[in-house]
Structures are given as C-alpha cells and as structure tokens.
Nanobody
Framework: EVQLVESGGGLVQAGGSLRLSCAAS????????MGWYRQAPGKQRELVAT????????NYADSVKGRFSISRDNAKNTMYLQMNSLKPEDTAVYYC?????????????WGQGTQVTVSS
C-alpha cells in the first residue's frame, strides 16, 4: 500500500521556522520526483517546491524562494521542507506529492496534508 505521511506542521509566529517531513512507503521512493504543494482556505492548491529523484535539481515557487529549502534522503525514504522566515501568507495545508511518469505510464501519489499556521 502506497503511503505518504506528512508531519511537522503546527502553529508558529511570523518570522519563525518549521521543518516538514514526508515519510514514504509502498513504492520505490528513489525513482519518484517529489514535491510539496499547499492549499490555503478558498484558494487552489499551488506548487511550493519540487526535487528530482536524486536530489540534484530543485524548483521553488517565487513566493518561497530564499526562505524554503526542499531536500530528500533516499536511504530513509523521506523528503523534507525547511521553512524559514515564515509569513502569515504561508498559512495553508501542506501536501507531499510523489510523481513518476514514463512513456506509457504515470503515477501520482498524495499525502493527507499537514496544517501550517503562521500568526502575525
């Protein structure tokens, strides 16, 4: 059974930091590109950051560049999101995503989300 379990969310004051984790199981983690997405109340889900299978390439939304850092540990089947200098507008449910696409297949898995609330 495929599982993506996020943890590390919570309530933090503006300017603070949080580290999210995504523990993966049930699939070959190292073969999947991974990403963090978030959804604020009343808004569409949006990309936060992505990382390639080996961790050699990362991509960030403009709104988090310089403040967030995505990483992964393939030996532990875990992905991370270090969030610094948090702002109230970062408040959202953060979701972990695993994605693998080939010529004739595509797999897309999501976690259940973890709430991040930043108070002003």
């Amino acid at each position: 059974e495929v599982q993506l379990v996020e943890s590390g969310g919570g309530l933090v004051q503006a300017g603070g930091s949080l580290r999210l984790s995504c523990a993966a199981s049930g699939f070959t983690f190292s073969s999947y590109n991974m990403g963090w997405y978030r959804q604020a109340p009343g808004k569409q889900r949006e990309l936060v950051a992505t990382i390639t299978t080996g961790g050699g390439s990362t991509n960030y939304a403009d709104s988090v560049k310089g403040r967030f850092s995505i990483s992964r540990d393939n030996a532990k089947n875990t992905m991370y999101l270090q969030m610094n200098s948090l702002k109230p507008e970062d408040t959202a449910v953060y979701y972990c995503n695993a994605h693998n696409r080939g010529r004739r297949y595509e797999y897309d898995y999501w976690g259940q989300g973890t709430q991040v609330t930043v108070s002003s």
